[in-house]
T-cell receptor, first 117, second 110 residues
Framework: SAVISQKPSRDICQRGTSLTIQCQVD?????MFWYRQQPGQSLTLIAT?????????ESGFVIDKFPISRPNLTFSTLTVSNMSPEDSSIYLC??????????????FGPGTRLTVL | LAKTTQPISMDSYEGQEVNITCSHN???????ITWYQQFPSQGPRFIIQ???TKVTNEVASLFIPADRKSSTLSLPRVSLSDTAVYYC???????????FGAGTTVTVRA
């Protein structure tokens, strides 16, 4: 299985500022995904990040608000820009197992808990 | 991705078996059924996956009837540490975009 780490684990930010979240994987992966989990809610996919191409955003999420970088096959960043209190959520990255485990599953990072004041 | 419906919450006691049923009436021929577990302050973790009949691993069993319009995750002899949210997802091997429903909050009491 893939081991995923995220930095920071949590942060408290002022509205109007931006925060960049890092996701590091211990192996090379083609696809990385970014999810948002609002308080008490389920996970919502923000975008898919592939190395060497622009991220693909889901409906309701735009690049200006959530720019993503994918400089190599083990690393990605998600920036939450011009934050407002509504952006307070847990942000998680994940990678696909690509069948390596015999199942079609994804591995998730521990998440970054963001609070915007 | 097929829409899934599962109970919002379930309570149980240590040592009991917990069965969570998920409805997925619009499941497609190529779709698998996958369950994830999420503890507080952690990312979801894969539990089990199946296509039909029964699948068992060291953590749980997954029962899928012939029509595949529902599935039941069975957790044998739960402990306090099994308290978590359990998500049922349906999709095929090309569906890298996971669609999480509301999940079932399972609370295990002593």
């Amino acid at each position: 299985s893939a081991v995923i780490s995220q930095k920071p684990s949590r942060d408290i930010c002022q509205r109007g500022t931006s925060l960049t979240i890092q996701c590091q994987v211990d192996s090379q992966v083609t696809m990385m995904f970014w999810y948002r989990q609002q308080p008490g809610q389920s996970l919502t996919l923000i975008a898919t990040a592939n190395q060497g191409s622009e991220a693909t955003y889901e409906s309701g999420f735009v690049i200006d608000k959530f720019p993503i970088s994918r400089p190599n096959l083990t690393f990605s960043t998600l920036t939450v820009s011009n934050m407002s209190p509504e952006d307070s959520s847990i942000y998680l990255c994940s990678v696909d197992s690509s069948g390596a485990t015999g199942n079609n599953e994804q591995f998730f990072g521990p998440g970054t808990r963001l609070t915007v004041l | 991705l097929a829409k899934t419906t599962q109970p919002i919450s379930m309570d149980s006691y240590e040592g009991q078996e917990v069965n969570i049923t998920c409805s997925h009436n619009n499941i497609a021929t190529n779709d698998y059924i996958t369950w994830y577990q999420q503890f507080p302050s952690q990312g979801p973790r894969f539990i089990i996956q199946g296509y039909k009949t029964k699948v068992t691993n060291e953590v749980a069993s997954l029962f899928i009837p012939a029509d595949r319009k529902s599935s039941t995750l069975s957790l044998p002899r739960v402990s306090l540490s099994d308290t978590a949210v359990y998500y049922c997802l349906v999709g095929n091997t090309n569906d890298y975009k996971l669609s999480f429903g509301a999940g079932t909050t399972v609370t295990v009491r002593a």
